[in-house]
Structures are given as structure tokens and as C-alpha cells.
């Protein structure tokens, strides 16, 4: 009603305005006398105002929902953006998982301790390791075989226009990721047409292992071995050093992409080799493709698989260790399980997993992680962390899940374990569950005197390179906590047994789902396990299938089909095995008699 009366009491200024013709910025006529209207014509200036203002209040009415409305909506989406936001990279996605989503403890122990009775007496079961290959597959062999092709053509290349230059690359990391780096080295020498420097290694804070190309392999048999494919060189020449005064740093330093293409060789890289006559690629982990042309992926088969050969010292004491291995493992015809084991106290505390160490766990760890990475755990929920990094499988296995599997998957107490791995946390304590199960548990230090392992002591790329060898020619490898060791180890195995060595890759989520059941009976356990075998046996005959220079995974740990090959090739080649001195013993492994030390 008062806006009404606002209304009427203006009507008469609306209308004068309306009828002067000018803006709103003139000045105002004088005014004039006010005319007498009819009746009539009031009421309809009347009518038509109301009208006016209803449409007025309707159009005002909307418009102020409509606003509304939009804001509102604009808010709706911020906020959902915002938590979207937090609940992808802020402490809000921790606080919905701490009151939405499960974790799991290590209770593993308990459910041994539990368990012991059934364990302790269940042998009824146990594998035979004569008969662990259940899988076997007709392998297409590559027709015809391109070794020859790919000499041919990297010869005639070489002998028509002459090496582009000299490559230097600096292997980084462990042993086997410096391993992948030489293969690679090697295809991309290849690639460039260009002269290789034996590759150098770079000092790693973690592996801390000084060693040089020569202490961990062959240094002659690798340049021998590649003759004909790429030309291989302990050192650049002195008259092309002597101009970088030489220092190795003051040569040109390219810097390449992760799994760089050939094509980016050839076109970023060959063009600076041409020009300076060397070139020096660091760091050089991962700096190639899978996906090259066939007769450079077949330079990393040669290399991987016949080029490097261990030292003679290493290869000296790595056969003695199987050797031993193959006598203790006597009650089963010389066959034994080997096992990588993950649980050094670097990877624990990496991990950020908890075990049944309690609080002073928490602190050493705590103490070790602030060390070693200075500030990257700084974390107030670690205990929600590793209880969420248990149940998604991410925790390194201890000796006693790993027992209490095998056991499980049906190999007896009889079965020779050889136990590869580092510096186990609290060894002794950790280790007892384990050799509780497996009486027949040996590492390379238990079968190797300390006079033998003295030379290698602190050097723990020839140590692991010990471990690889054992590890090669057992009958069933376990893997537990993944790695390049295992990668490599599975390719290498792969290729020596045409396809059927037996690796055990355990689903850790569903172990954890089991070892976290409290009620759980080892019939039902046992069943679970055995599940998991066949899973494993699945997955490890997979082979891929490459077509057309398609190959997206490691030929490292898939080396089939194009580098099976090599094995039919060696007789018109002349070419020794990567490691032919022990030959006697991986027939030893293959079911025969077992060969002494």
C-alpha cells in the first residue's frame, strides 16, 4: 500500500517527463500551468501506472531470482571445486579417510602363532619341485632370426660413412638400473652410428658402491662380444680428450627426455654428434624407448643377454655359492626356492609401514627417515599411512608372511630357501619365524666363508650381483616387493627356460586380506594360497604379443619373443653364454646330477 501511494503522488512527474523530449542531463522547462482532464482520462492514467508497476514488480520479482539463483549456483560450484580440490592433495581427503575407509594393522604373529600347530604338521601337501611347471606354451619364434640382418645393416652403415663421433653415458643407480642403462647405451651407439665409451657409474647416496664398469663385468668380453654390432672403447682417444684438457665434464652435455624415441635421437642428437665429434649423455637411466626398430631392440637382447658377463671374481664365488646350494638342497634332487627379500631398514622406513616393533619402531624409524631424507616424512598421520599402505599392498613383506605364504602354497619344510637381500631389520628377530618354517634357509653369507666374502664386503652392487646369479638358476624365484632386481632376474630367467621359469609374484592385497582374518583356519588359508599360486603361474607364461614395433613393456623382463633367437644363434656366432661357467650347474637345476664344489 505504501509503494502505491509513492506511486500516485509521482504519476503526474512521470508523465511530465515523458513528455518534455529532452535526457535526463537538461535542464527542466519551466512549468506550466496544470490542465483540467477529464475524468475519464485520470482514470485511465491511473489504470495504465498500476499496470506499469506490476509489470515493474513482476520483471524486479524475477530478475532478483534469477540473480539469486545464479549466485547461489556459482557458490555450489566453488565449493564442490574446492573440495574436490582438498579431497585430491589436502589434510580433508585424510579426514574422510580416517572416518570412511578401513585400514589394516600387522597382526601377522598373532595369526601365526595361532596357526603354528596346523603348520607345524601339515606336510601332506608339500610341492614336488620336479613337477612346479604347470604351464607349458609353444613359443612363435621369430623367422627369420634378425641377428644376422641387424650386423649386416649396422656394418654397412659403419663401413660407408664411418662413426658419427664418440658416445659417453653415466649408469646411475643399483645394480641392475645401471644394467638397463648399458643395454640402452649400447641400442642408442646403435641409433647414432656412433663409437661407445665404456659407460662409467655414478656414486649413489644409497647403494653408496664406488665399483667401475671392469669390477662388476667382463670388460673384455663386452667389447668382444659387440664387435661387428657397435664398436665399443674403454677410453676416448687422447688426441680428442686432450682438447677438453682432460676433463670428461668440459664435453658437450646433452640432457635427454625419459623414454625418448629413436626418431629424437636422430634428429636432436645426431646433428651436435656430427658437429663436435662427442657427445656425453647424463643422467642416463631410462633415456630409451621400448619401441625401437628390430634390429636395434636386438641390441639390447645381445647386450643384456651375452655382452654382460659378470667379473671373474664374482662369477668365481657365485658358483661355489650354487654349487652349495645344489648339495644342501639334496632331499630335493638339488632344486631349491630362491627368495628376494625387501626388508633392509632403509626400506622399511621408506615404506612408512608399521610392524610389531611398538613405539620404539616408530621412533627408530622416525629417526632413520628424518636422516636419510631430511624433511620428506613430516607427516603427523603416518600411523593412518601405513595402515592405508598395508591394506593396498604396498608394504614389504616380512620373513614371517613370506614363511607363512610358502608354507601355504604347499612347499614343506624340507624345501631349501636361499635368501637374497641386504641387511635385514633386526635380523634375528625378524628371521626366527622364517627359519622356524624352513630349517634349510641359507644367504650368501651362511654358505660363503668370511674369507670369500671379504673382497666383496661394502661394495653392494658385486654383493647383489652374487644374489642375482644364485637367484637365476634356482627352480622357483620369489618375488616380494618388486624392483629392477626382480625385473631383470624374471627376464633373464624367462630366456633361459624358454619361457617356463617360475616366479612367484604374490597378490599382497589379498595375503594382507587374509593375514588381517583373525578367525581364519589354514585349510582355508592354504586354499587362499594356493588360488594365488595358480594366479601367479597365469601371469608368469604371459607373453606379449609384438607386432609391428607395438612393444609398450620392458623386453627386460619380457625378452620374448625377439630375443629368443639368440639361444639358436649362439652355434653359428660362436658366442659364450653370459655365463658359461656355470652351465654345468644350470643343468644341475634342470634335473640332473648335481655337480660338486
Not at 662380444?225 to 688426441?239: C, I, N, Q, R, S
Not at 665434464?249 to 635427454?256: A, F, G, Q, S
Not at 627356460?497 to 593375514?515: E, Q, S, W, Y
Not at 658366442?575 to 660338486?596: C, F, M, W, Y
Request: charged fraction near 25%.
Amino acid at each position: 500500500m505504501a509503494i502505491n501511494t509513492i506511486m500516485k503522488n509521482k504519476t503526474y512527474n512521470v508523465v511530465s517527463s515523458e513528455g518534455s523530449g529532452g535526457d535526463g542531463n537538461s535542464s527542466s522547462p519551466p512549468s506550466s500551468p496544470r490542465r483540467q482532464t477529464s475524468g475519464f482520462s485520470q482514470c485511465r492514467r491511473r489504470l495504465r501506472s498500476k499496470v506499469q508497476l506490476q509489470y515493474f514488480r513482476k520483471d524486479s520479482l524475477a530478475a532478483g531470482i534469477f540473480v539469486r539463483r545464479n549466485i547461489q549456483f556459482l557458490l555450489l560450484l566453488f565449493f564442490l571445486y574446492f573440495s574436490g580440490l582438498m579431497m585430491c592433495v589436502g589434510r580433508f581427503s585424510d579426514f574422510l579417510r580416517h572416518s570412511r575407509e578401513p585400514i589394516a594393522i600387522y597382526k601377522s604373529h598373532v595369526l601365526l602363532e595361532k596357526l603354528w600347530h596346523d603348520i607345524e604338521t601339515d606336510n601332506s601337501t608339500a610341492l614336488e619341485l620336479s613337477s612346479v611347471w604347470q604351464f607349458k606354451r609353444r613359443m612363435k619364434v621369430q623367422k627369420p632370426c634378425p641377428v644376422l640382418a641387424a650386423r649386416r645393416r649396422l656394418g654397412s652403415v659403419e663401413v660407408s660413412s664411418g662413426p658419427a663421433g664418440y658416445l659417453i653415458v653415466e649408469a646411475n643407480g643399483g645394480l641392475n638400473q645401471q644394467r638397463s642403462a648399458i643395454c640402452n647405451a649400447v641400442a642408442v651407439a646403435g641409433i647414432l652410428n656412433a663409437v661407445l665409451v665404456i659407460p662409467s657409474f655414478g656414486y649413489n647416496s644409497v647403494w653408496k658402491d664406488p665399483s667401475e664398469f671392469r669390477d662388476i663385468y667382463d670388460e673384455d668380453h663386452f667389447i668382444a662380444t659387440l664387435e661387428g654390432y657397435v664398436k665399443v672403447v674403454a677410453e676416448l682417444p687422447d688426441e680428442l680428450i686432450s682438447k677438453y684438457d682432460h676433463n670428461i665434464t668440459n664435453i658437450p652435455h646433452l640432457r635427454v627426455e625419459a623414454w625418448a624415441p629413436a626418431k629424437h635421437y636422430l634428429g636432436e642428437v645426431y646433428p651436435v654428434l656430427q658437429e663436435q665429434g662427442v657427445i656425453r649423455i647424463a643422467p642416463f637411466a631410462n633415456r630409451l624407448a621400448m619401441n625401437v626398430p628390430s634390429h636395434i631392440q636386438l641390441l639390447r637382447c645381445i647386450t643384456n643377454y651375452r655382452a654382460l658377463r659378470f667379473s671373474a671374481p664374482i662369477t668365481t664365488l657365485a658358483q661355489k655359492l650354487v654349487n652349495r646350494m645344489i648339495e644342501r638342497s639334496s632331499m630335493t634332487g638339488g632344486k631349491y626356492v630362491s627368495v628376494h627379500l625387501r626388508f633392509e631398514e632403509d626400506m622399511v622406513a621408506f615404506s612408512s609401514c608399521l610392524y610389531d616393533g611398538g613405539d620404539a619402531e616408530k621412533s627408530e624409524m622416525h629417526s632413520f627417515r628424518e636422516k636419510g631424507w631430511k624433511g620428506k616424512f613430516k607427516r603427523k598421520d603416518l600411523d593412518f599411512v601405513a595402515g592405508r599402505n598395508r591394506i593396498d599392498g604396498k608394504c614389504p613383506l616380512t620373513p614371517l608372511e613370506v614363511g607363512m605364504m610358502l608354507r601355504g602354497m604347499g612347499f614343506g619344510s624340507n624345501t631349501s630357501i636361499y635368501l637374497a637381500s641386504g641387511k635385514i631389520y633386526k635380523g634375528e628377530q625378524h628371521l626366527a619365524p622364517l627359519l622356524k618354517m624352513f630349517p634349510l634357509l641359507y644367504t650368501k653369507e651362511s654358505l660363503a666363508t668370511s674369507d670369500e666374502l671379504a673382497p666383496f664386503q661394502g661394495y653392494s652392487s658385486r654383493l647383489a650381483a652374487l644374489d642375482y646369479t644364485v637367484c637365476l638358476f634356482s627352480e622357483v624365484f620369489v618375488t616380494t616387493h618388486g624392483g629392477n632386481f626382480p625385473h631383470f632376474l624374471m627376464g633373464h630367467r624367462r630366456f633361459l627356460f624358454n619361457g617356463h621359469a617360475k616366479t612367484i609374484r604374490p597378490d599382497k592385497r589379498m595375503l594382507v586380506g587374509l593375514l588381517e582374518n583373525m578367525t581364519i583356519s589354514w585349510k582355508d588359508f592354504k586354499d587362499g594360497m594356493e588360488a594365488m599360486l595358480l594366479e601367479s603361474d597365469r601371469k608368469g607364461m604371459m607373453i606379449p604379443r609384438v607386432r609391428k614395433f607395438n612393444r609398450k613393456n620392458s623386453i627386460y623382463t619380457f625378452p620374448l619373443p625377439e630375443c629368443d633367437c639368440l639361444q639358436s644363434h649362439d652355434s653359428s656366432r660362436g658366442i659364450n653364454h653370459t655365463l658359461k661357467v656355470l652351465d654345468p650347474q644350470l643343468e644341475a637345476t634342470r634335473g640332473r646330477v648335481p655337480v660338486s664344489d
